[in-house]
């Protein structure tokens, strides 16, 4: 089972950037597909980004496309979350999962992260 933990997280002003990353354990990274997610005080775990294996195929949730992207760098275990024009509404803990098999519309994952406290101010 490969373990994961996000780091990165911290205070920002809206419109500023932040790149997250999750660094994962074991030799098998390069073959999980990866996501992040994210969850508001008092509001369900959101989808927000997914990447497959080599990095070719990558599905964001509307609410973010255009202003996050999704990489990962299989030679180091990691997968990144570059959030740029950050807006309020992004305050959240994020954390980042693994699965084995790619499947944008799925959000069963098999490992999660502990996740990391990102939040905007206005």
């Known amino acids: 089972q490969v373990q994961l933990v996000e780091s990165g997280g911290g205070l920002v002003q809206a419109g500023g950037s932040l790149r997250l990353s999750c660094a994962a354990s074991?030799?098998?990274?390069?073959?999980?597909?990866m996501g992040w997610f994210r969850q508001a005080p008092g509001q369900q775990r959101e989808f927000v980004a997914t990447?497959?294996?080599?990095?070719?195929?990558?599905v964001y949730s509307d609410s973010v496309k255009g202003r996050f992207t999704i990489s990962r760098d299989n030679a180091k275990s990691t997968v990144y979350l570059q959030m740029n024009n950050l807006k309020p509404e992004d305050t959240a803990v994020y954390y980042c999962?693994?699965?084995?098999?790619?499947?944008?519309?799925?959000?069963?994952?098999?490992?999660w992260g502990q996740g990391t406290q990102v939040t905007v101010s206005s």
């Open positions: 990447i497959n294996r080599d990095g070719g195929s990558t």
């Open positions: 999962a693994a699965r084995r098999i790619y499947a944008p519309t799925s959000r069963v994952y098999d490992a």
């Open positions: 074991g030799r098998t990274f390069s073959s999980y597909a």
